[in-house]
């Protein structure tokens, strides 16, 4: 397009002015690190468990706090194959007033989870370490505060880890090998509550013991966006740790399903009633890395136990019935509206979402183990059968912190029922009798004076004898034995 000549000399007369308006800008910009400046110079660290072949980058982020508050972001970039990188900015004087200060935070923006570097920004304190942000440690910022002729300071910042990790192995119990792979996975849990509701932030991972091999080495590594979550006193609350043994595996090879840790990762409990919260705690680096030096064994679904049901009076009649074990359990349990009863049990299902169980609560149910015959016959006394139970381990005084959710009787137990079937005495109006311990010569028709085994070990402690004796003084009692005829 062709101009007139008069325009051609006003558009080079605008160009002309522009650079002159321009030089005029940058004279009255004060160049960066100019006196009265503050200067902040150290290092910029990568977490020593990162992934050091990567390259990351970022930023450093000041805070200039006086009547205004000014952010300003410097960016920065650690090379592949270097721990750290220096750093050395320049920063407006916030001015000497008491309420001026800088604060300082660091922050990694590209390829982060790659080279296992958290991406939340961290702020640099008072103990010369990069923390979290929370109600409590946020008080504990580095303020500085300079004079009217500026300052430098020396200031490393160290990026968090992506994960914190346990490390540790599982073993199969007692010289057991598996015959295939054996698929766990373990798990924390946060409980977190806020208001009026609670729900807890699962993470899990899964571990597999090899075909042939008796125990598997792990790194359970957890988000660091998972490790503490703030209640609602300001609080924070460490996770449980547990395992689930579902797979098919499991249960070829007699594994329990469910298992939880000990707050030292010592034991394993069978129920959530003997769990206290981990001693794991955040250290400065809002993480943790903990090596569990024995290994954990597995718990075993069930072993068996003799019994002897015995004749309660001499006679001729053929006695057949079925010896039954039930298991009375505390079980976690998750809000679910779009269940009949509203609620539903915490499965693999649910604990592997985000948020998987919402306004989680524990229930009590009963459940059966297991469910042999027996039969005296006419020319016996007695009969010695075999039954299976579940192996419990639980601590003798459960924890007031998860028993505050599900109320005082928060343990499991199990207990031994007779059924009896031919045989038995027509007068009575239940054919059931209760176990009720070493010292009770006969079975008990009420279930609440049934011997609550607490324990694998309460299953050996005494031999174990059902006697149908007939007791004619329990009928008038009111405590009514199971009769055989007469």
């Given at each position: 397009m062709r101009f007139k000549d008069g325009t051609r000399v006003w558009v080079a007369r605008v160009k002309e002015l522009t650079g002159i308006l321009l030089v005029v800008l940058l004279l009255l910009t004060p160049l960066a690190g100019s006196a009265g400046d503050v200067r902040f110079v150290g290092s910029i660290n990568r977490p020593a468990d990162s992934d050091k072949s990567v390259e990351i980058s970022g930023v450093v982020i000041t805070h200039v706090i006086n009547h205004t508050h000014q952010k300003i972001e410097y960016p920065f970039t650690i090379p592949a194959g270097n721990a750290s990188t220096a750093y050395d900015i320049s920063v407006p004087n916030p001015g000497s007033s008491v309420d001026d200060y800088i604060y300082l935070q660091v922050q990694c923006h590209t390829n982060c989870s790659d080279a296992l570097v958290s991406d939340r920004a961290v702020y640099y304190s008072e103990s010369h370490e990069t923390v979290a942000r929370n109600r409590q440690r946020f008080l504990e910022l580095e303020r500085f505060q300079v004079g009217p002729g500026g300052d430098t300071f020396l200031a490393n910042l160290d990026l968090h880890p992506r994960y914190g990790v346990v490390r540790g192995r599982f073993k199969m119990p007692g010289n057991q090998r598996a015959n295939n792979p054996i698929e766990l996975w373990m798990f924390s849990l946060n409980p977190v509550s806020a208001y009026y509701t609670s729900w807890l932030v699962p993470h899990m991972q899964k571990v597999v013991i090899p075909e042939g091999a008796s125990q598997k080495g792990f790194a359970f590594r957890m988000d660091s966006s998972l490790e503490s979550f703030p209640t609602t006193n300001g609080g924070e609350s460490p996770p449980l740790f547990g395992y689930l043994c579902i797979s098919t595996s499991c249960r070829e090879h007699n594994l329990k399903n469910l298992g939880w840790f000990d707050a030292d990762f010592d034991n394993l409990f069978s129920n959530i009633g003997s769990v206290e919260y981990s001693v794991l705690q955040m250290t400065g680096l809002e993480t943790f890395s903990f090596e569990i030096v024995q290994a954990i064994e597995l718990l075993s679904a069930k072993t068996t136990v003799d019994v002897e049901v015995i004749r309660g009076r001499r006679n001729d009649a053929v006695i057949t019935g079925r010896i039954v074990v039930e298991k009375s359990e505390q079980v976690l349990a998750c809000r679910d509206h779009t269940s009949p009863t509203g609620e539903r049990l915490a499965d693999l299902d649910s604990l592997s979402g985000r948020f998987g169980c919402f306004d989680f609560l524990l229930?009590?149910?009963?459940?059966?183990?297991?469910?042999?015959?027996?039969?005296?016959?006419?020319?016996?006394?007695?009969?010695?059968?075999?039954?299976?139970?579940?192996?419990?381990?639980?601590?003798?005084?459960?924890?007031?912190?998860?028993?505050?959710?599900?109320?005082?009787?928060?343990?499991?137990?199990?207990?031994?029922?007779?059924?009896?079937?031919?045989?038995?005495?027509?007068?009575?109006?239940?054919?059931?009798?209760?176990?009720?311990?070493?010292?009770?010569?006969?079975?008990?028709?009420?279930?609440?004076?049934?011997?609550?085994?607490?324990?694998?070990?309460?299953?050996?402690?005494?031999?174990?004898?059902?006697?149908?004796?007939?007791?004619?003084?329990?009928?008038?009692?009111?405590?009514?034995?199971?009769?055989?005829?007469?």
């Open positions: 229930r009590r149910r009963t459940i059966p183990v297991s469910s042999v015959p027996f039969e005296i016959s006419a020319d016996q006394n007695s009969d010695v059968v075999k039954i299976s139970f579940e192996t419990m381990k639980q601590s003798s005084v459960p924890s007031g912190t998860i028993r505050a959710f599900g109320g005082s009787d928060a343990l499991e137990y199990q207990y031994i029922k007779v059924v009896c079937e031919t045989g038995c005495s027509s007068a009575l109006s239940s054919r059931t009798g209760y176990y009720a311990g070493e010292d009770v010569p006969s079975l008990r028709l009420n279930k609440a004076q049934s011997f609550k085994f607490k324990s694998t070990n309460d299953f050996y402690r005494f031999p174990i004898e059902l006697n149908l004796k007939h007791d004619v003084s329990s009928i008038i009692a009111p405590i009514i034995y199971l009769l055989d005829d007469e």
